[in-house]
């Protein structure tokens, strides 16, 4: 769609089709809390002056509020301006324009717009803002998709597997990359800092629209994932998809398992490896657990990985238990290219 020289508002719909720098000009713990995904955070308050403004609102009047706004922001203005024009120089764009939002798309967005506007910069403003953005997001997990789980033990390589694809027909979503986390109480190590749940579920979300963007994908291939990654919940209505989907279980010898899971992990720091251990210890028992640390003291890697692949093999063995479509497939020797080869050849059960 065209982009005019409006200061109109723009459902969430007709917002994601224009093409401008996306703006959040909401204080930086709300940015931090959530926020679309590549915006930029060019906060109109500080997290202070927001809290202050908003209680000013609620007990004494909106008009007080606003002046306590304008206190704020016109000292700031030159600097402000400052931001925006970097903002858009960075950008190299031909036209100068700005896609704004705030919490519900009012005054924060209209006097962002209004100072962007006074240097000649075009503004956007979401309707209904952040609020109306996570509606969206929420709407969806609700639609049918057409899901496959990759399974199999730890150390099968699933995600490796996943990220491997680069068929046209196929969409893979990664859950463990988006949520940097692999799941189990070692999920974290090398990995960096978490999203919140919100930003996961917003990339998520957003990785959705882009299957449906998808003319030639059919199927979207998702490894099987416990309902929390880390820190990361995955949505409810994507995840009680995710439990009626069909499972392809991806099958390993377990020396293969032990060999993938110590060059994985054996890379991290011994500390990091103990409190992992440490983190299980009750569900391990005292006997498994002494076991793991002390291969690990001695950095004897494949000895502190067979300690604990008992106890993750009866957790997977027990989830397995409660899932009736599900095809396997012995991977056994194989490399990355060779194991898509044979699943791809192989006939799945239809979804």
Avoid at 82 to 98: P, Y
Avoid at 223 to 233: D, F, Q, T, V
Wanted: net charge positive; proline share 4%.
């Amino acid at each position: 769609m065209s982009e005019k020289p409006t200061n109109s508002r723009y459902p969430v719909t007709d917002f994601r089709n224009l093409t401008s720098p996306i703006v959040d000009v909401r204080s930086p713990s709300e940015f931090s809390q959530g926020h679309w995904p590549g915006a930029i955070n060019i906060p109109l308050f500080s997290d202070f002056e927001r809290e202050t403004i908003g209680k000013s609102y609620k007990r004494e009047s909106r008009l007080k509020a606003v002046l306590i706004g304008l206190k704020a922001t016109l000292p700031s203005a030159t600097e402000l301006l400052k931001v925006i024009t970097k903002t858009i120089t960075e950008k190299k764009r031909g036209d100068k324009s700005l896609r704004i939002y705030c919490w519900r798309g009012g005054m924060r967005s209209n006097a962002f717009a209004w100072l962007a506007r006074t240097i000649g910069i075009k503004t956007y403003i979401l309707e209904g803002g952040y609020k109306s953005y996570r509606k969206w997001v929420l709407n969806q997990f609700e639609a049918d998709l057409p899901i496959r789980l990759i399974g199999g033990k730890t150390g099968t390589r699933k995600t490796d597997l996943l990220n491997y694809i680069n068929k046209e027909n196929i969409y893979v979503i990664d859950l463990e990359g988006t949520a940097n986390h692999r799941g189990s109480s070692f999920g974290s190590l090398g990995m960096e800092k978490q999203p919140t749940t919100q930003n996961f579920e917003n990339i998520l979300a957003e990785s959705l629209d882009e299957f449906h963007k998808n003319n030639n994908a059919i199927e979207i291939w998702i490894e099987a994932e416990s309902s929390n990654l880390g820190k990361c919940r995955i949505p409810n209505m994507l995840y009680s998809k995710m439990k009626k989907a069909p499972i392809l279980e991806i099958i390993k010898t377990k020396n293969e398992r032990i060999e993938n899971l110590v060059n994985l992990y054996s890379q991290n720091s011994q500390n990091e490896l103990e409190d992992a251990v440490k983190r299980i210890q009750k569900r391990l028992g005292p006997e498994r657990t002494k076991e793991a640390l002390l291969a690990i003291k001695n950095k004897e890697w494949s000895k502190a990985c067979e300690a604990m692949l008992d106890y993750y093999d009866r957790c997977y063995e027990y989830e397995l238990k409660k899932t009736k479509n599900i095809d396997s497939i012995d991977l056994s020797g194989l490399s990355l290219k060779l194991s898509l080869i044979k699943i791809l050849n192989k006939n799945l059960n239809p979804l």
